[in-house]
């Protein structure tokens, strides 16, 4: 999924700030300014002019503008630190700019929009291992309060332009480039997490929160609950030991970014949605719903006789076709049901001979079932 550098960090005086593993600075107070010149209190950007910056989604191309934001923010910290990040980076203007993605990404509702923009980035922005191999940057602060990276100065945050448009980025790149999709979506207020695990490197994500769960919408399918993605990292070989939580709601020149604490890992796992077998049976219900709206096909419980090799009477054929989602049992939850159903199918209807058989088949049954962490979809096919 995405897994960044380790390094030593020497902390030379008063107090160190991290971001997240991808993007991890070091902030010192310096006592002795004659060493190291000051850097300027106030940082711009200077755009650079893309002569091609179209999208391409499943309707086909999206025009951005040419140009990023202006960007004039106070320090340098805001191209190294998550939480200044969001602030600069999330203002009206830079919204503005990627809104025509944002415009097309957004579904009818939240659960379709978060779906579509990690699907979307799950196939237009690859991890960045180059810039994840870049030193941790070190940022010393002056008695006079300018700021200089004296370390890891290519080891920057990117704007979310910037990363649509590079198509390529590390965990902090994407979270703030979900972020902003969101609220340029307008929903409001999103989030933010930099994640410490036991043993470096640590990590960024964004999340959502939805009928007060929090899901967490890290680089690409599915969305997790919080209890669910504290299982994935385990999965990894990694225990998370806390999250810092943000929340970021719009501003004018810049976000508002608001501190709401330090999460426990523990506390992960109290928000754990388990699937249960009814779940399950509405989530195969929804399925053979779509292939009745996309191919015509109608229900009839009868087919599931085909697995014995028993053909129901009116049927001069039948077909069984199974596929097994690896993991999907543990990071379902029932507020995506719809697309889960549309992914699945989605996923089978990729074979071209099942394709086929969808075809010529008048009937049709679809069942679900929870194996350990894994759904099983077995779609049962009869013709005339």
């Not at 960007?71 to 200044?84: A, I, M, Q």
């Not at 890891?152 to 198509?167: A, C, F, L, S, V």
Request: hydrophobic share 35%.
């Amino acid at each position: 999924m995405r897994k960044k550098t380790s390094g030593i960090i020497l902390i030379l005086l008063t107090f160190m700030i991290i971001s997240s593993g991808c993007v991890m600075v070091t902030k010192e107070t310096s006592t002795h300014p004659s060493i190291i010149s000051s850097s300027p209190t106030t940082t711009s950007t200077q755009p650079v002019t893309w002569t091609n910056p179209f999208i391409t989604w499943k309707s086909g191309k999206v025009k951005l503008p040419p140009q990023d934001a202006q960007f004039n923010c106070s320090g340098v910290l805001w191209r190294y630190l998550l939480k200044d990040a969001l602030s600069c980076m999330l203002g009206k203007e830079e919204l503005s700019v990627i809104s025509p993605l944002a415009g097309e990404l957004k579904g009818n509702n939240t659960a379709q929009s978060i779906w579509n923009i990690l699907e979307w980035e799950g196939e237009w922005i690859s991890y960045d291992w180059e810039k994840a191999k870049e030193p941790f940057a070190q940022v010393v602060i002056h008695p006079n309060g300018t700021e200089e990276i004296v370390k890891g100065k290519n080891n920057t945050i990117q704007t979310p332009y910037e990363t649509i448009m590079k198509r390529t980025g590390i965990c902090t790149d994407y979270t703030v480039l979900t972020d902003a999709l969101l609220l340029a979506m307008n929903y409001s207020p999103v989030y933010a997490m930099e994640i410490n695990f036991t043993t470096p490197p640590n990590h960024a994500t964004a999340a959502i929160k939805i009928n007060g769960w929090f899901f967490v919408l890290d680089q690409h399918l599915p969305p997790m609950d919080l209890g669910a993605y504290y299982r994935y990292w385990e999965s990894q070989g990694k225990e998370i030991s806390n999250a810092t939580l943000y929340e970021i709601t719009p501003g004018d020149k810049s976000a508002n970014v608001k501190f709401l604490g330090i999460v426990p890992g523990t506390d992960f796992m109290k928000q754990d949605y388990i699937i249960t077998s009814t779940e399950a049976k509405n989530l195969g219900i929804v399925m053979m719903n779509l292939l009745y709206e996309k191919f015509g096909i109608k229900v009839d419980e009868r087919l599931k006789e085909v697995e014995n090799g028993t053909l129901p009477s009116g049927y001069r054929a039948g077909w069984t076709w199974r596929m097994r989602y690896y993991k999907m049992a543990d990071y379902y939850h029932p507020f995506f049901r719809n697309q889960y159903a549309q992914w699945f199918l989605g996923e089978m209807t990729k074979n071209p001979e099942f394709r086929e058989y969808l075809q010529k088949s008048k009937a049709t049954w679809v069942e679900v079932k929870i194996e350990g962490d894994d759904l099983v979809v077995t779609i049962y096919l009869g013709s005339s």
